[in-house]
């Protein structure tokens, strides 16, 4: 009898597509605008170049409850590979004993795709492809594994643009594949001030509506995010994520809501 992440782990397998599809996906939810990144968008009159990956780069955060405003973690996302995909690897500075472990989702997915000639090395948190797309994801509570990459962030960095998207996702001990659908506008460019700095940042807003594992006991839920992108950063400076869900009752219970606020990156 085969150990459950190997199951899983050939489950997420089989839920990849290949190389070609990927970039079909990519290139049919940019809607022909050009490339993410590509500098296509202006703030405040200003052309926005998206600052590239590169190994070593990295994103501190504060993350506060975002009603009562109480400090939760200091979380850390670092930059450890980037090829045909981007692999970020995230920790806790606030307990370095209790660092994020995830379980190596897309690891054959990775094996199949990242260059050989580099060392194997743990499995990412979180695995872009392309730059800009998401195909595994440790944002939410449990780590995500899409049928397709999905946006993280706006293919065109410009007021007014919008897509929609649906796909399914898998999650560690389940092998159901839940629905997932992700709404993403972009409002407005704002000057931003965190501790790390002043920034001219790009606000859109997520409306996710999605189905919860059976196993959680939780039908069906609903999360919103209004998220605050510098290009010149190259990810979020502020983001705040809330939602809510339903279980055998009509009401619905509210899901636990923060806000990450960017310390300082390098």
């Known amino acids: 009898m085969r150990a459950p992440i190997q199951e899983l782990q050939q489950g997420a397998f089989k839920l990849i597509l290949t190389r070609r599809d990927l970039l079909l996906s990519a290139a049919a939810l940019s809607l022909g605008s050009g490339e993410y990144g590509?500098?296509?968008?202006?703030?405040?009159?200003?052309?926005?170049?998206?600052?590239?990956?590169?190994?070593?780069?990295?994103?501190?955060?504060?993350?506060?409850d975002l009603v009562t405003r109480a400090m939760i973690d200091i979380e850390v996302d670092q930059i450890s590979a980037?090829?045909?995909?981007?692999?970020?690897?995230?920790?806790?500075?606030?307990?370095?004993?209790n660092s994020v472990d995830y379980p190596s989702w897309g690891l054959l997915w990775l094996e199949k795709?990242?260059?050989?000639?580099?060392?194997?090395?743990?499995?990412?948190?979180?695995?872009?492809?392309?730059w800009g797309m998401v195909l595994v994801d440790s944002h939410w509570a449990q780590l995500q594994v899409y049928e397709k990459p999905i946006p993280l962030v706006p293919a065109q960095l410009r007021p007014g643009w919008s897509t929609t998207v649906g796909t399914r996702y898998m999650v560690p001990g389940s092998e159901q594949r839940m629905p997932?659908?992700?709404?993403?506008?972009?409002?407005?460019?704002?000057?931003?001030?965190t501790s790390a700095g002043h920034f001219t940042a790009l606000l859109y807003t997520n409306l996710i509506n999605f189905r919860h594992t059976n196993?959680?006991?939780?039908?069906?839920?609903?999360?919103?995010?209004r998220i605050w992108?510098?290009?010149?950063?190259?990810?979020?400076?502020?983001?705040?994520?809330?939602?809510?869900?339903?279980?055998?009752v009509a009401e619905p219970f509210n899901e636990d809501s923060y806000r990450w606020e960017l310390l300082s990156w390098t």
């Open 38 to 64: 590509s500098g296509l968008a202006t703030a405040f009159g200003v052309e926005a170049k998206v600052r590239q990956p590169n190994v070593g780069q990295s994103w501190t955060y504060s993350k506060r």
């Open 82 to 97: 980037v090829g045909q995909s981007v692999e970020i690897e995230s920790h806790s500075k606030t307990n370095e004993n």
């Open 113 to 130: 795709h990242r260059d050989r000639s580099r060392s194997a090395a743990p499995a990412p948190t979180e695995v872009q492809d392309p």
């Open 180 to 193: 997932w659908q992700l709404a993403m506008h972009a409002h407005r460019w704002e000057s931003i001030a």
């Open 215 to 225: 196993a959680s006991g939780r039908v069906a839920g609903q999360r919103k995010e």
């Open 229 to 248: 992108f510098a290009p010149e950063v190259g990810r979020w400076v502020v983001r705040e994520s809330s939602g809510t869900f339903y279980q055998d």
